[in-house]
T-cell receptor
Framework: GAGVSQSPSNKVTEKGKDVELRCDPI?????LYWYRQRLGQGLEFLIY????????KSGLPSDRFSAERTGESVSTLTIQRTQQEDSAVYLC?????????????FGPGTRLTVT | AQRVTQPEKLLSVFKGAPVELKCNYS??????LFWYVQYSRQRLQLLLR??SRESIKGFTADLNKGETSFHLKKPFAQEEDSAMYYC????????????FGQGTELSVKP
């Protein structure tokens, strides 16, 4: 079946602009996660959705970052007034549930470059 | 604090040699540990998890709570094992986020 998809695959934007990143999870997966991976670093957790609610937003680095999920499906991560330090690969993952019983399946990522 | 440490950024071995990728964690609760792998131009995927205690592609990892370690081992490396390997800690009190180490690049030379 189809895996997790993300769009766009690459995004180049100017400092100060807003960007929107999209994630389509595997159908039926109620848990959805966003991570960020800066160059040469591991993945950093950003936000977790269970259904359409976000019980854990603890990883969002600033109030310029926000995310929403609609219809227990698609999620969008929005970064306002982008800064150069926002340049990274943004990864989305989904799973059947929020425990270790269920594997997190990752998308291919969106590479964001802020110039 | 919740933390995962992978001390080696790059590990280079010859084909047929044993491999050990180190991972140490810091967590006050009962840990659930995972190894994820990313092959060139592929997406990140689960390799193995400690609760299943299985061997995948010849790799094994044992959780050592005393040493707070979850090292990944393979007795005889193959060229196709070359990839980025990430150790991850599952934190489930708030919904299952993963805390990742910085990753180790494994290069297996012919």
């Amino acid at each position: 079946g189809a895996g997790v998809s993300q769009s766009p695959s690459n995004k180049v934007t100017e400092k100060g602009k807003d960007v929107e990143l999209r994630c389509d999870p595997i159908s039926g997966h109620t848990a959805l996660y966003w991570y960020r991976q800066r160059l040469g670093q591991g993945l950093e957790f950003l936000i977790y959705f269970q259904g359409n609610s976000a019980p854990d937003k603890s990883g969002l680095p600033s109030d310029r970052f926000s995310a929403e999920r609609t219809g227990e499906s698609v999620s969008t991560l929005t970064i306002q007034r982008t800064q150069q330090e926002d340049s990274a690969v943004y990864l989305c993952a989904s799973s059947l549930g929020p425990t270790g019983t269920y594997e997190q399946y990752f998308g291919p990522g969106t590479r964001l470059t802020v110039t | 604090a919740q933390r995962v440490t992978q001390p080696e950024k790059l590990l280079s071995v010859f084909k047929g040699a044993p491999v050990e990728l180190k991972c140490n964690y810091s967590y006050s609760g009962s840990p659930e540990l995972f190894w994820y792998v990313q092959y060139s131009r592929q997406r990140l995927q689960l390799l193995l998890r400690h609760i299943s205690r299985e061997s995948i592609k010849g790799f094994t990892a044992d959780l050592n709570k005393g040493e707070t370690s979850f090292h990944l081992k393979k007795p005889f490396a193959q060229e196709e094992d070359s990839a980025m390997y990430y150790c991850a800690l599952g934190v489930y009190n708030q919904g299952g986020k993963l805390i990742f180490g910085q990753g180790t690049e494994l290069s297996v030379k012919p």
